[in-house]
Protein backbone atom coordinates (compact mmCIF):
# COMPACT_ATOMS: atom_id res chain seq x y z
CA UNK A 1 0.00 0.00 0.00
CA UNK A 2 1.78 3.88 -1.31
CA UNK A 3 0.51 6.45 0.23
CA UNK A 4 0.50 9.60 -2.05
CA UNK A 5 1.50 12.98 -0.76
CA UNK A 6 -0.47 15.56 -2.10
CA UNK A 7 0.86 19.31 -1.78
CA UNK A 8 -1.78 21.62 -0.75
CA UNK A 9 -2.13 24.68 1.87
CA UNK A 10 -1.89 24.67 5.77
CA UNK A 11 -5.18 26.43 5.26
CA UNK A 12 -7.12 23.71 3.13
CA UNK A 13 -9.90 21.96 4.63
CA UNK A 14 -8.92 18.96 4.71
CA UNK A 15 -5.35 19.99 5.75
CA UNK A 16 -7.37 21.68 8.60
CA UNK A 17 -9.01 19.04 9.78
CA UNK A 18 -5.71 16.65 10.07
CA UNK A 19 -4.31 19.75 11.77
CA UNK A 20 -7.38 20.24 14.46
CA UNK A 21 -6.83 15.94 14.70
CA UNK A 22 -3.45 16.54 15.95
CA UNK A 23 -3.99 19.30 17.94
CA UNK A 24 -6.16 17.21 19.95
CA UNK A 25 -3.63 14.93 19.71
CA UNK A 26 -1.29 17.26 22.03
CA UNK A 27 -4.39 18.05 24.81
CA UNK A 28 -4.65 14.50 25.24
CA UNK A 29 -0.75 14.23 25.75
CA UNK A 30 0.03 17.73 27.25
CA UNK A 31 -3.04 19.00 28.31
CA UNK A 32 -3.31 21.89 25.63
CA UNK A 33 -3.14 22.43 22.19
CA UNK A 34 0.25 23.71 20.58
CA UNK A 35 0.02 27.17 21.31
CA UNK A 36 3.00 27.54 18.62
CA UNK A 37 2.27 30.78 16.21
CA UNK A 38 1.51 29.46 12.75
CA UNK A 39 0.84 31.45 9.65
CA UNK A 40 -0.65 29.63 6.80
CA UNK A 41 1.48 31.48 4.34
CA UNK A 42 4.65 30.38 6.13
CA UNK A 43 3.61 26.95 4.55
CA UNK A 44 3.73 28.08 1.41
CA UNK A 45 6.42 27.68 -1.94
CA UNK A 46 9.05 28.76 -2.00
CA UNK A 47 10.20 29.06 2.11
CA UNK A 48 7.23 26.72 3.33
CA UNK A 49 5.54 23.69 2.05
CA UNK A 50 2.82 21.35 3.36
CA UNK A 51 1.40 17.79 2.47
CA UNK A 52 -1.69 15.49 2.68
CA UNK A 53 -0.74 11.61 2.59
CA UNK A 54 -3.92 9.33 1.70
CA UNK A 55 -4.26 6.04 1.32
CA UNK A 56 -6.92 5.16 -1.31
CA UNK A 57 -8.15 8.77 -1.17
CA UNK A 58 -8.34 8.61 2.45
CA UNK A 59 -6.53 11.35 4.38
CA UNK A 60 -4.45 10.01 6.58
CA UNK A 61 -1.60 11.82 7.31
CA UNK A 62 -0.13 15.58 7.16
CA UNK A 63 3.18 17.60 8.13
CA UNK A 64 5.33 20.87 6.73
CA UNK A 65 8.07 22.78 6.85
CA UNK A 66 8.65 26.25 6.74
CA UNK A 67 11.61 28.50 6.22
CA UNK A 68 13.78 30.27 8.72
CA UNK A 69 16.33 32.91 8.10
CA UNK A 70 17.90 35.81 9.92
CA UNK A 71 15.78 34.74 13.01
CA UNK A 72 17.52 34.15 16.50
CA UNK A 73 17.92 30.75 16.96
CA UNK A 74 17.53 29.56 13.60
CA UNK A 75 20.74 29.47 10.79
CA UNK A 76 19.77 31.12 7.72
CA UNK A 77 18.63 27.80 5.63
CA UNK A 78 16.34 26.12 8.17
CA UNK A 79 13.58 24.29 7.33
CA UNK A 80 11.33 24.08 10.80
CA UNK A 81 9.33 20.91 10.67
CA UNK A 82 5.70 21.26 11.73
CA UNK A 83 2.74 19.50 12.21
CA UNK A 84 3.52 15.63 11.47
CA UNK A 85 1.19 13.33 11.69
CA UNK A 86 -0.56 9.89 11.02
CA UNK A 87 -3.73 9.05 11.89
CA UNK A 88 -4.53 6.39 14.59
CA UNK A 89 -5.99 4.03 12.42
CA UNK A 90 -2.74 4.18 9.96
CA UNK A 91 -0.41 3.79 12.68
CA UNK A 92 2.58 1.22 12.51
CA UNK A 93 2.90 1.18 8.67
CA UNK A 94 6.00 3.31 8.33
CA UNK A 95 3.44 6.00 6.89
CA UNK A 96 5.68 8.89 9.16
CA UNK A 97 8.89 8.03 7.82
CA UNK A 98 8.00 8.23 4.37
CA UNK A 99 6.55 11.24 4.92
CA UNK A 100 9.38 12.73 6.93
CA UNK A 101 11.38 11.64 4.01
CA UNK A 102 9.30 13.61 1.51
CA UNK A 103 9.47 17.02 3.62
CA UNK A 104 13.39 16.69 4.01
CA UNK A 105 14.02 16.01 0.26
CA UNK A 106 11.45 19.12 -0.83
CA UNK A 107 13.14 21.23 1.69
CA UNK A 108 16.28 20.50 0.82
CA UNK A 109 15.25 21.04 -3.15
CA UNK A 110 14.23 24.81 -2.22
CA UNK A 111 17.64 24.85 -1.00
CA UNK A 112 17.32 24.39 2.72
CA UNK A 113 20.28 23.17 4.26
CA UNK A 114 19.13 21.82 7.68
CA UNK A 115 15.58 20.43 8.95
CA UNK A 116 15.19 21.60 12.80
CA UNK A 117 11.62 20.73 15.11
CA UNK A 118 10.65 20.90 18.74
CA UNK A 119 7.89 17.55 19.85
CA UNK A 120 8.21 16.78 23.40
CA UNK A 121 8.81 14.15 26.23
CA UNK A 122 5.20 12.71 26.25
CA UNK A 123 5.47 11.60 22.04
CA UNK A 124 8.15 8.97 22.68
CA UNK A 125 7.19 7.43 19.39
CA UNK A 126 8.30 10.60 17.33
CA UNK A 127 11.34 11.31 19.36
CA UNK A 128 12.09 7.40 18.17
CA UNK A 129 11.27 8.59 14.75
CA UNK A 130 13.38 11.42 14.73
CA UNK A 131 16.20 9.87 16.01
CA UNK A 132 16.76 6.88 13.92
CA UNK A 133 16.59 9.21 10.64
CA UNK A 134 19.48 10.73 11.99
CA UNK A 135 18.38 13.59 14.05
CA UNK A 136 20.26 15.11 16.83
CA UNK A 137 19.54 17.53 19.77
CA UNK A 138 20.13 20.77 19.33
CA UNK A 139 19.40 23.94 21.58
CA UNK A 140 15.73 24.36 22.37
CA UNK A 141 14.24 27.30 20.60
CA UNK A 142 10.34 28.63 19.79
CA UNK A 143 7.38 29.27 21.80
CA UNK A 144 8.42 25.98 24.01
CA UNK A 145 11.74 26.68 24.49
CA UNK A 146 11.44 27.21 28.54
CA UNK A 147 9.14 24.21 28.73
CA UNK A 148 10.55 21.62 30.56
CA UNK A 149 9.53 18.69 28.65
CA UNK A 150 10.17 20.27 25.14
CA UNK A 151 13.15 18.61 23.21
CA UNK A 152 14.47 19.96 19.76
CA UNK A 153 16.49 18.31 17.23
CA UNK A 154 18.22 19.09 13.71
CA UNK A 155 19.48 17.16 11.40
CA UNK A 156 21.58 18.38 8.15
CA UNK A 157 20.35 17.83 4.96
CA UNK A 158 22.88 18.76 2.23
Known amino acids: MTMELVVCGYDDPVARKLVAEVQQEYVARYGSQDETPTDPADFTAPLGHFVVGRLDGDPVACGGWRGHDGEPKF ?66 FGFYACTETSRCYGKELA
Open 75 to 140: RDGDAELKRMYVVKRARGRGLARVLLAELERSALERGRRRMVLETGTNQPEAIQLYTSSGYVAIPK
